[in-house]
């Protein structure tokens, strides 16, 4: 039994996320860890709402709210949602929780006195109308490249361009549209990275079998132009992490708060704290996940999240781990995934383009998109989602292939032999073929889980049910059952094997169906297949079982229309 530690990037809190946001991360994280459990190895699973920043006090002011309140609110939100979708935390943190207030203090505390903490005067844009200094995304103008009129202070979103504020022509509060703006003088703390850039270096070379993905952004940030970059650590907001220097003030820093991108992935570490406060459990049973000193060196780390995220947790978050002379735990394999793209176009949290998580679970249940999303991650580049191909996906694979199967085993047999296992008859040879057979995919399925390569996975589980179909349609007990019913007792008893089989195999991917098809065998046998004859005798004959209602039923062309229709515009 191996311990794995499993994180998924932190969701923002302003909003509810689309269906590209769930595979980027959150999703393939539940897979992996639902597999390792299912193997017995011992999982702690950990993600968390991301709180701090501007966006968030925008969005609690667009909401009328106090902005606490607001993430209040919008966490449990994202935990229904969660819940929903089965993602299988054992904690669903906040980065607003004391312990991710106390573990941000004291990593900045132990950094500063390492001596790659730098305070540096900083001239910023001041909205005196907002009373507040503006990041650069919230100064709005015209942009002097293209002529776009909403050119953002960092970047032109119509031509791309990289700006700086006081490039963009009649410059606007995007707050408050005021234009009563100056420029001040502020001081800020930097984390100085680049003083960790060779122990970076060397620490990304060693890592031979991470994706492709993930190493070529780390060493682009790494390397290219000046290389990697020192970066400011706080902000001045008024919610957030207030700056301390471990548990004292930080002469200069009143009034400031650590800067999101600092204190967020801290949170992965808090969560834990969170998890052992709430089951009441003491300060060493999430130390050990941590701490190399404290029992974390068995422990293996993985990370996942898109690949806008991959720069944050390959530099920044290891050098501030390095930094503190601590021997805390770095990740030691780190996920990543392109972008999913929306029909044609791209999804949209900010103009409500594609599908989110509360509209996905209101259209169907939440296997249905757990197996298509899954099953066409964006691993080794974009992928898209059409309605015409989720509507082929589900009805194919999860309608024709797993829950045909399923109706027709069942069905047939409590016809012939009621609703139990039948006995009489003996396996013989094309049994023993597929048995064969099916170790040698399950060996697949096996390695490919084990790699992250959730596309193979997937594929090799579809391979895996269509073996069964293809083996029922030749078997044809419908046929035997006329001359001989002992030995069309024995296909029948195979084939309600293979249900509990594909129940236990199918969980990671669809734990509503895998639960369904185990309650309808009547078993709580979830011991993964490792030798194909027990595998195939844990249903024993008379041992009674249920016929499941309908496991998936098949999307209409009509259906498919209106949601297409439906999701191409604003989100209301």
């Known amino acids: 039994m191996a311990r794995i530690l499993i994180t998924s990037a932190i969701p923002y809190i302003n909003g509810i996320k689309h269906l590209g946001n769930l595979v980027g991360s959150q999703l393939p994280a539940d897979l992996y860890a639902r597999?390792?459990?299912?193997?017995?190895?011992?999982?702690?699973?950990?993600?968390?709402?991301?709180?701090?920043?501007?966006?968030?006090?925008l969005a609690a002011a667009k909401a009328g709210k106090p902005v606490?309140?607001?993430?209040?609110?919008?966490?449990?939100?994202?935990?229904?949602?969660?819940?929903?979708f089965r993602l299988s935390f054992d904690h669903f943190g906040r980065s607003s929780s004391p312990q991710n207030h106390r573990l941000t203090q004291y990593f900045a505390g132990r950094l500063a006195e390492n001596g790659l903490i730098e305070e540096v005067n900083e001239r910023q844009v001041y909205s005196n109308a907002d009373g507040r200094f503006l990041p650069d995304r919230y100064i709005e103008g015209t942009c002097p490249n293209c002529g776009y009129e909403k050119a953002r202070g960092d970047q032109c979103e119509n031509c791309t361009k990289q700006l700086d504020p006081t490039d963009l022509i009649e410059p606007r509060s995007a707050i408050s549209g005021s234009t009563d703006l100056e420029v001040r003088e502020t001081k800020h703390l930097y984390l100085r990275q680049s003083k960790l850039r060779d122990d970076l270096g060397a620490w990304i070379d060693g890592k031979?079998?991470?994706?492709?993905?993930?190493?070529?952004?780390?060493?682009?940030?790494?390397?290219?132009?000046?290389?990697?970059?020192?970066?400011?650590?706080?902000?001045?907001?008024?919610?957030?992490?207030?700056?301390?220097?471990?548990?004292?003030?930080?002469?200069?820093?009143?009034?400031?708060?650590?800067?999101?991108?600092?204190?967020?992935?801290?949170?992965?570490?808090?969560?834990?704290?969170?998890?052992?406060?709430?089951?009441?459990?003491?300060?060493?049973?999430?130390?050990?996940?941590?701490?190399?000193?404290?029992?974390?060196?068995?422990?293996?780390?993985?990370?996942f999240m898109g690949k806008d995220n991959v720069p944050f947790h390959t530099l920044s978050f290891p050098a501030t781990i390095m930094g503190s002379g601590d021997p805390w735990k770095l990740v030691d394999y780190i996920k990543s995934?392109?972008?999913?793209?929306?029909?044609?176009g791209q999804f949209s949290t900010s103009q409500g383009r594609g599908v989110f998580m509360d509209q996905a679970l209101s259209i169907l249940p939440a296997d249905y998109w757990r197996w298509w999303l899954l099953s066409h991650a964006p691993e080794n580049s974009d992928s898209e989602f059409t309605w015409e191909n989720f509507q082929t996906s589900v009805n194919k694979d999860l309608a024709d292939v797993l829950g045909n199967f399923v109706s027709r085993v069942t069905?047939?047999?409590?016809?012939?032999?009621?609703?139990?296992?039948?006995e009489g008859g003996a396996y013989g040879d094309r049994e023993q073929e597929l048995n064969d057979d099916l170790y040698i995919r399950i060996r697949a399925y096996d390695a490919h889980m084990e790699a992250m390569e959730i596309r193979k996975a997937a594929a090799e589980l579809r391979a895996i049910w269509v073996a069964g179909n293809e083996y029922l349609q030749e078997a044809a007990p419908w046929s035997v059952y006329k001359e001989d019913p002992d030995k069309a007792a024995a296909i029948?008893?195979?084939?309600?094997?293979?249900?509990?089989?594909?129940?236990?195999?199918?969980?990671?991917?669809?734990?509503?169906?895998?639960?369904?098809?185990?309650?309808?065998?009547?078993?709580?046998?979830?011991?993964?297949?490792?030798?194909?004859?027990?595998?195939?005798e844990r249903l024993a004959p008379g041992q009674a079982f249920t016929t499941p209602e309908m496991l998936f039923r098949k999307i209409l062309d009509e259906e498919r229309e209106e949601w297409q229709a439906r999701f191409a515009g604003q989100r209301g």
């Open 208 to 303: 031979t079998d991470w994706p492709v993905l993930t190493t070529s952004i780390a060493r682009k940030w790494l390397n290219d132009g000046d290389g990697l970059r020192d970066r400011g650590i706080t902000r001045d907001l008024n919610w957030g992490i207030p700056v301390k220097k471990g548990e004292e003030d930080w002469p200069g820093m009143e009034g400031k708060v650590f800067y999101v991108w600092f204190d967020a992935p801290i949170e992965y570490i808090a969560a834990s704290a969170e998890w052992a406060e709430k089951q009441g459990r003491p300060e060493a049973d999430w130390r050990r996940w941590w701490r190399l000193d404290e029992g974390a060196a068995d422990v293996r780390y993985v990370q």
């Open 492 to 536: 029948i008893r195979f084939s309600l094997n293979l249900i509990r089989l594909y129940a236990v195999l199918s969980a990671p991917f669809i734990p509503d169906a895998a639960k369904a098809m185990m309650e309808a065998m009547q078993t709580g046998d979830d011991t993964w297949p490792e030798q194909m004859t027990h595998a195939m």
């Open 68 to 84: 606490a309140e607001y993430c209040a609110e919008m966490h449990e939100v994202q935990a229904e949602l969660a819940r929903g």
């Open 35 to 57: 597999y390792c459990r299912a193997r017995g190895h011992e999982v702690m699973f950990l993600c968390a709402t991301d709180e701090h920043g501007t966006p968030a006090e």
């Open 411 to 422: 069905k047939f047999c409590r016809s012939k032999f009621g609703e139990v296992v039948p």
């Open 337 to 344: 995934f392109n972008y999913l793209n929306y029909d044609g």
